[in-house]
Antibody, heavy 122, light 107 residues
């Protein structure tokens, strides 16, 4: 059974870079059928897609976050990672990683990690 | 960006009743690339419906999706106690966006 697990610091200072990793178990991140994405949810609010990556390294980003986001993949570790630079309090959220089925941005999220809370505060 | 508007914001119903949730898009969603998710407090979202009307693996048949173009509907035929949650629609016909959610609460 495929499982995804987010990890990383729960507290990040303003203007610094948020870094999270998603470890995939029970399946290969190198599967040609899937993309791997990040989604976030501010406290008490809705969901926002951040971006996604294919095992080959092709990336797709939310246009509103594109200038600050980098998603990378490490197939040898079955992991993919998120970096979000120049964070502010508005980036405080639960961050989820997810498997996306489809093609590129034309995909839905069918397996989710449990999420990790990241707070931006000094 | 395609903006999704969900209505109503909150739906107060009793177990056994029928729930009808609406998701309206600011422009046509290509190929009916519309998904629905259920989220319970403290949990990650769970995929219910993709392609506007296809149920995800393991989803009970009391959940059904319909619609095309700009208007989509999620119907729960008879509410079970475990169905009270927040529901989100998501379009993936272009850069993915989510609706603001509909909370289904116990009346």
């Amino acid at each position: 059974q495929l499982q995804l697990q987010e990890s990383g610091p729960g507290l990040v200072k303003p203007s610094e870079t948020l870094s999270l990793t998603c470890t995939v178990s029970g399946g290969s991140i190198s599967s040609s059928s899937y993309y791997w994405g990040w989604i976030r949810q501010p406290p008490g609010k809705g969901l926002e897609w951040i971006g996604s990556i294919y095992y080959s390294g092709s990336t797709y980003y939310n246009p509103s976050l594109k200038s600050r986001v980098t998603i990378s993949v490490d197939t040898s570790k079955n992991q993919f990672s998120l970096k979000l630079s120049s964070v502010t309090a508005a980036d405080t959220a639960v961050y989820y990683c997810a498997r996306q089925t489809g093609y590129g941005v034309l995909s839905y999220m069918d397996v989710w990690g449990k999420g990790t809370t990241v707070t931006v505060s000094s | 960006e395609i903006v999704l508007t969900q209505s109503p914001g909150t739906l107060s119903l009793s177990p056994g009743e029928r729930a009808t949730l609406s998701c309206r898009a600011s422009q046509s969603v290509s190929s009916s690339y519309l998904a629905w998710y259920q989220q319970k407090p403290g949990q990650a979202p769970r995929l219910l419906i993709y392609g506007a009307s296809s149920r995800a693996t393991g989803i009970p048949d009391r959940f059904s999706g319909s619609g095309s173009g700009t208007d989509f509907t999620l119907t729960i035929s008879r509410l079970e106690p475990e169905d009270f949650a927040v529901y989100y629609c998501q379009q993936y016909g272009s850069s993915p966006t989510f609706g603001g959610g509909t909370k289904v609460e116990i009346k």
